[in-house]
């Protein structure tokens, strides 16, 4: 089935503690928890890491917010990342907490060597910094807007010169670049790798990997008024979450990790930062990366600095965790972003798990123990029908492994539900109900098959709904072996066990629409959706109508103009926007647009920027001034 050595050991980005986990950091977890199970039934021993991020700027801010003390922040939100894990049956070898004193001895003993071996050197850095992404962010990833936004979270950036530490990462640009020639499979999926290899090859900064401006995060050694920049600090819970350097011979047992799962925000840090520390302390790399897409709502990420997160707790309680878990296998994609919606979570849970399967596990055992038919054998002789079913079986056991190798769990369990369907087409045409009393032969030979199915799709569907594959299993009065290759097996004997079947409960059940369950009170702000801004949060909102009096070029920005506004008797104003690439000056002055008036005043290339003009952006991307249907006065109010 899964290739690789007789060990498996994955990790889970570390999630940041600075709130609780949602829907996007249990979907990361979910998937190497999968990844783990899957080789753990192909008879691998498997470690699965998994923890939090607890330095930095951002827990310090949202510790100071609530009136805590960073430690005690982080304290209380890995408990609630651990509570998530137990419910969802997430099967954790070890969680990881940056503040942990083994893993901030392992950080500052591996700055130490590399500061002997002369890859890390002092110096002065100065850039966009992104406080939220906890990064500097590159010119071309800053919007220059009015308010100039970090693209990978919309957030405002801000300009950041400090002295800094700096790690030599322009020495291994070709070493980079040689690795991925060598290892074109290291990315999952592989169009990502050439998003990382044109970033390498556009030319490698040295990164910088300290701060003086940050107070809670790891010493740096040597030079204590800096701490350790969360990425050298954080991407090492990789190395120092399996004992390295501090238990050498359990490193080396685990060590390299066989898959990193990552979102596709943070694949940079992962496939050039991460590999480019590795090579410098000599370490062997790791085998694979699986970057997958963000899970969003509406048009945005989920994050909880966009305050639009899906609370993973509700969700168990409502629909199950492993309905759940099943939900983010099956229908969220690997390779791109992917639409949650309860909706479609509910219709989803009614077609694949009531109807398909659940129906299909209550149809067999309802008749076959009406018919006093509880011990269920192999049959001696396959005939068509069922030789045609094994054979379909066998080719979905194939598919599955395939896609299970690039970890596409998506298509491989859909290789699982089309099996599914071709059971329950079987289990119709062959009318089981008519055979009992006229064919019991042939009736005992389709409650075998079917049987046999059921547990084939069990086993397969186990990594992802452990619990309730094994209420089916049970149900069948059949179980599996841990440290053998299920897998294998499956193939073998899939067709010459003894079941013994059990009365039981419906597996799953059915929901109404989605449309007619109310949705959970919002307890906190953190858990209401993005598109909900309450009342007050609009009224706090002032938009005006002003004409664009002048428009001037700003010299070395190719997307910002300088407006010059009259708002009436409320006076003029300069208002910077990035619509240069849009709007020739002509096409705007003496025109009347609506502008938010009251946001903070900001200072955009030396010109203090007194509000933001809006636009609508159609769907060929051009953009169209937002404006009353008939001329207003000059600051007229919208309400
Ligand atoms: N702390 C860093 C990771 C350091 S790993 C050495 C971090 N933390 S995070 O909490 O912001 O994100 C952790 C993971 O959750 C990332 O893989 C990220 O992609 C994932 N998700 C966060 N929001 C997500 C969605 N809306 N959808 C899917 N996953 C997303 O980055």
Redesign the pocket.
């Known amino acids: 089935m899964v290739s690789g050595g007789p060990k498996f050991y994955v990790t889970t980005?570390?999630?940041?503690a600075n709130a609780k986990p949602h829907l996007?950091?249990l979907?990361?977890t979910v998937l190497a928890d999968v990844a783990a199970r899957i080789h753990k039934m192909s008879g691998k021993e498997t470690f699965l890491l998994t923890g939090t991020?607890e330095h930095g700027q951002k827990i310090a801010q949202a510790a100071e917010a609530l009136g805590k003390t960073p430690q005690q922040l982080v304290d209380q939100e890995s408990q609630e990342f651990k509570k998530l894990w137990d419910v969802y049956g997430i099967r954790y070898n070890h969680f990881i907490r940056t503040t942990d004193e083994s893993h901030v001895r392992g950080v500052q003993a591996w700055i130490l060597q590399l500061i002997k071996q002369g890859d890390i050197y002092k110096g002065t850095y100065s850039g966009w910094y992104c406080v939220p992404c906890e990064t500097y962010v590159a010119d071309k990833d800053v919007e220059i807007g009015v308010v100039p936004q970090c693209i990978s979270c919309s957030r405002p950036t801000t300009e950041l010169s400090e002295e800094s530490y700096f790690f030599r990462l322009s020495a291994y640009q070709d070493k980079l670049l040689a690795f991925y020639k060598d290892h074109p499979d290291f990315i999952t999926p592989v169009e990502r790798m050439q998003e990382v290899i044109s970033f390498v090859v556009g030319g490698l900064k040295d990164l910088s990997i300290s701060r003086t401006t940050v107070t809670w995060g790891i010493p740096f050694p040597g030079d204590e008024r800096h701490k350790v920049y969360v990425w050298a600090d954080?991407?090492n819970?990789y190395i120092t979450g399996v004992g390295y350097p501090h238990n050498m011979p359990e490193f080396n047992y685990w060590w390299p990790a066989d898959l990193h799962v990552?979102?596709k925000?943070?694949v940079r840090f992962h496939a050039v930062y991460w590999p480019a520390f590795l090579m410098a302390t000599d370490l062997p790399l790791p085998l694979r990366l699986l970057v997958?897409g963000?899970?969003k709502v509406g048009e945005q990420?989920?994050?909880k600095s966009l305050g639009n997160v899906i609370d993973p707790f509700t969700l168990a309680q409502t629909y199950g965790p492993d309905q759940v878990r099943y939900y983010l296998i099956r229908h969220m994609s690997i390779t791109q972003d992917s639409p949650f919606s309860r909706e479609d979570l509910e219709k989803r849970l009614n077609s694949d798990l009531a109807n398909d399967l659940g129906n299909l596990l209550n149809r067999m055992l309802t008749l076959a123990l009406k018919h006093g038919l509880s011990t269920v054998i192999a049959p001696s002789q396959l005939q068509g029908p069922e030789l045609d079913l094994r054979d379909k079986l066998w080719s979905m056991l194939n598919d599955f492994s395939i896609d299970m190798e690039d970890y596409f769990f998506n298509r491989a369990y859909l290789h699982v539900w089309k099996f599914i369907s071709s059971v329950n087409a079987y289990f119709h045409t062959q009318e089981p109900w008519k055979l009992a009393d006229k064919e019991p032969e042939r009736f005992k030979a389709v409650i075998s098959a079917t049987c046999h199915s059921l547990y084939a799709i069990a086993l397969t569907v186990w990594p992802v709904m452990p619990r309730k594959m094994e209420e089916l299993l049970a149900a069948l009065g059949a179980s599996w072996e841990p440290g053998t290759n299920v897998f294998e097996r499956l193939s073998v004997d899939a067709w010459l066990k003894t079941f013994t079947l059990q009365p039981h409960v419906p597996l799953f059940e059915r929901y109404e629409t989605a449309t007619q369950t109310p949705e959970p009170p919002c307890q906190e702000k953190t858990s209401c959706p993005a598109s909900y801004a309450s009342f007050d949060d609009f009224l706090r909102i002032e938009l005006r109508v002003g004409t664009i009096e002048d428009c001037q070029e700003i010299p070395k920005s190719d997307k910002l103009y300088k407006l010059t506004v009259d708002f009436g008797s409320l006076g003029k104003r300069l208002i910077c926007s990035g619509i240069k690439q849009y709007f020739k000056p002509e096409e705007l002055i003496s025109r009347q647009a609506v502008f938010v008036y009251n946001l903070q005043p900001r200072a955009i290339m030396g010109i203090q920027s007194q509000g933001m003009l809006l636009t609508a952006q159609d769907t060929d991307n051009k953009l169209s001034l937002v404006t009353t249907t008939k001329p207003v006065v000059n600051g007229s109010l919208l309400k």
Do not use: F, T, V
Not at 13 to 16: C, K, L, R, S, T
């Open positions: 980005p570390i999630y940041y996007g950091s979907y990361s991020d954080a991407l819970n990552l979102g925000d943070i997958h963000w899970i990420k989920m994050s």
